[in-house]
């Protein structure tokens, strides 16, 4: 079993496997910044993982991290459970609070654009917070299928406004990203936009690698708020014999009793949108 204070007396923990038995416990210190980095971690029913709880989230000065080995199947894994995380005991993962989900704009971004505009106020976003514009365009024969190219934009926060609703970017935006308009050319929906910065990381130590995944199952008893899970998921739309289903960024299977998921940032890194 791993005992509570193992993060706190080594910030920067390497091992293969972290197996939480029950009655045992692992944490994630609130006073300075940790990092793991394992192959798989294992909860075990009876044991828990505190990353941070309702109580005593992950201050915003402070960061956690989970890495996962860039490890190669093992083929003695014939399930391939491995390589990632398996939660079957109490999850607690709650980092600092930001204001959540998409947000709207009220103003449509344009190429050239340095700061965006939002209907609503945020709290907690911050300088150097990556943020997501996707890709709003009205599609035709012409830019679909196989024609596609994605203008999803990642740009970078530089710092918000005492008010909360401006936005200023590092960098210019590169497309615009337009709402959508009535037959008469009228707006009618703007577009959102999203902030992918947690303090409080789960993620793939190599996203073009070896990935790992993230599953809760069994009796686990979960509760995940303000986090990022990021680069993970093996499963793939191949056939079976190429691909191993539910190994997910992210997979609830079959579980007793309800979770919670709020606020969380879960997406895939690409070698062009790469970032940690």
Same mark, same amino acid.
């Given at each position: 079993? @791993?005992?509570?204070?193992?993060?706190?007396?080594?910030?920067?923990?390497?091992?293969?496997?972290?197996?939480?038995?029950?009655?045992?416990?692992?944490?994630? &210190?609130?006073?300075?910044?940790?990092?793991?980095?394992?192959?798989?971690?294992?909860?075990?029913?009876?044991?828990?993982?505190?990353?941070?709880?309702?109580?005593?989230?992950?201050?915003?000065?402070?960061?956690?991290?989970? @890495?996962?080995?860039?490890?190669?199947?093992?083929? &003695?894994?014939?399930?391939?459970?491995?390589?990632?995380?398996?939660?079957?005991?109490?999850?607690? @993962?709650?980092?600092?609070?930001?204001?959540?989900?998409?947000?709207?704009?009220?103003?449509?971004?344009?190429?050239?654009?340095?700061?965006?505009?939002?209907?609503?106020p945020v709290v907690g976003w911050a300088a150097d917070d990556r943020l997501i514009l996707?890709?709003?365009?009205?599609?035709?024969?012409?830019?679909?299928?196989?024609?596609?190219? &994605?203008?999803?934009?990642?740009?970078?926060?530089?710092?918000?406004?005492?008010?909360?609703?401006?936005?200023?970017?590092?960098?210019?935006?590169?497309?615009?990203?337009?709402?959508?308009?009535?037959?008469?050319?009228?707006?009618?929906?703007?577009?959102?936009?999203?902030?992918?910065?947690?303090?409080?990381?789960?993620?793939?130590?190599?996203?073009?690698?070896?990935?790992?995944?993230?599953?809760?199952?069994?009796?686990?008893?979960?509760?995940?708020?303000?986090?990022?899970?990021?680069?993970?998921?093996?499963?793939?739309?191949?056939?079976? &014999?190429?691909?191993?289903?539910?190994?997910?960024?992210?997979?609830?299977?079959?579980?007793?009793?309800?979770?919670?998921? @709020?606020?969380?940032?879960?997406?895939?890194?690409?070698?062009?949108?790469?970032?940690?």
């Amino acid at each position: 079993a @791993i005992d509570m204070p193992l993060l706190q007396d080594s910030p920067d923990a390497q091992a293969r496997v972290v197996s939480v038995e029950p009655g045992g416990g692992l944490s994630a &210190s609130r006073l300075a910044a940790s990092k793991l980095t394992v192959t798989t971690l294992l909860v075990h029913e009876g044991g828990m993982l505190n990353y941070g709880d309702t109580a005593m989230p992950i201050p915003s000065a402070s960061k956690a991290e989970v @890495i996962f080995r860039d490890a190669p199947p093992d083929a &003695s894994d014939l399930g391939q459970w491995g390589r990632g995380f398996l939660g079957l005991g109490t999850i607690r @993962i709650h980092g600092a609070f930001k204001t959540e989900g998409q947000r709207l704009l009220a103003v449509e971004p344009k190429a050239g654009d340095t700061t965006l505009t939002l209907a609503e106020p945020v709290v907690g976003w911050a300088a150097d917070d990556r943020l997501i514009l996707p890709d709003s365009r009205h599609l035709n024969s012409g830019t679909s299928g196989e024609y596609y190219q &994605s203008q999803d934009e990642l740009p970078q926060l530089a710092s918000v406004s005492p008010s909360g609703k401006t936005l200023s970017l590092q960098t210019p935006l590169q497309f615009d990203h337009p709402g959508a308009r009535t037959v008469a050319g009228v707006l009618e929906f703007l577009p959102h936009v999203g902030n992918l910065t947690h303090n409080v990381v789960f993620r793939s130590e190599n996203p073009a690698g070896n990935r790992a995944h993230f599953m809760v199952t069994g009796q686990a008893d979960d509760d995940i708020r303000y986090a990022q899970l990021s680069g993970m998921g093996r499963s793939t739309t191949g056939e079976l &014999s190429e691909s191993v289903q539910g190994r997910y960024n992210y997979h609830r299977h079959h579980c007793t009793n309800p979770g919670k998921l @709020i606020g969380c940032a879960l997406f895939d890194l690409t070698p062009g949108h790469s970032f940690k």
